[in-house]
């Protein structure tokens, strides 16, 4: 057969087929078809296969890496409340524009877990991202000295975000001794500064204080008289 293929070109691999490239020598030696009508080239096969997968499973790799990090590190750390909604204190300097993205992406993931009320806390030092906030639809529930409450409603129902305290409330304290003397004041401040009216010992209830706390104080704290909570005489 080789006879009559007197130009015949036989091309092998080095890597792959190491025993056909000795029968090809052997022919040649042995004289059954000329050596210079043969020409044998070596050469190494291309795992095309293999690396086409692994250029594959390296750039699904990189794209699962990269989703991972963007999860990772555009959403704000949250808390729930008690009431399907989510509560952010924010402490973390950065620009409006990163910020901005951060946020639609966090909005985007509350709406997902159903959650309706997003309430951020905004310190003092971080007023510049307050016009961010406001053009992403968020408006001002309160205010302290030290931070900005604003809030945000994701349903397209109406809000029930409560409003803000509108209220302080006063205590004005009867109190009486053994004598049955009833103790009376004239305020050096106030509505009642220089009238010459007599009055009951009166305040405002501090955060957080018991009204019954606040009435013992402020007598201490305009007569200097020490006295104890019976009960409630009146509210209004």
Not at 31 to 56: D, F, H, Q, W, Y
Not at 63 to 88: F, K, W
Not at 115 to 130: A, D, E, M, R, Y
Request: with cysteine; net charge neutral; charged share 20%.
């Amino acid at each position: 057969m080789l006879r009559s293929l007197p130009k015949l070109s036989l091309l092998f691999s080095s890597a792959r087929n190491p025993h056909y490239l000795s029968s090809a020598q052997r022919f040649i030696s042995q004289g059954r078809i000329a050596a210079s009508r043969v020409k044998i080239g070596v050469v190494s096969t291309i795992p095309i296969r293999s690396k086409l997968t692994s250029t594959i499973s390296s750039a699904i790799a990189s794209e699962m890496a990269a989703e991972d990090q963007v999860q990772r590190v555009n959403l704000l750390t949250s808390t729930d409340d008690n009431y399907g909604g989510v509560i952010v204190e924010l402490d973390q300097h950065m620009d409006s524009a990163t910020f901005v993205s951060i946020l639609r992406a966090s909005v985007s993931h509350w709406k997902l877990l159903g959650k309706k009320g997003v309430w951020i806390k905004l310190p003092i030092h971080l007023v510049n991202l307050v016009e961010a906030l406001v053009k992403e639809g968020f408006w001002y529930h309160h205010a302290e000295p030290k931070y900005l409450m604003l809030v945000y409603w994701i349903p397209e129902s109406p809000s029930t975000i409560p409003a803000n305290a509108t209220h302080r409330v006063g205590v004005g304290s009867f109190v009486m001794n053994e004598k049955q003397e009833v103790l009376v004041v004239q305020e050096n401040s106030g509505l009642f500064q220089g009238t010459g009216v007599w009055k009951f010992p009166t305040g405002v209830v501090d955060q957080g204080e018991d009204i019954c706390v606040a009435a013992v104080r402020e007598v201490k704290e305009e007569t200097g008289v020490d006295s104890e909570f019976v009960e409630v005489l009146a509210f209004r």
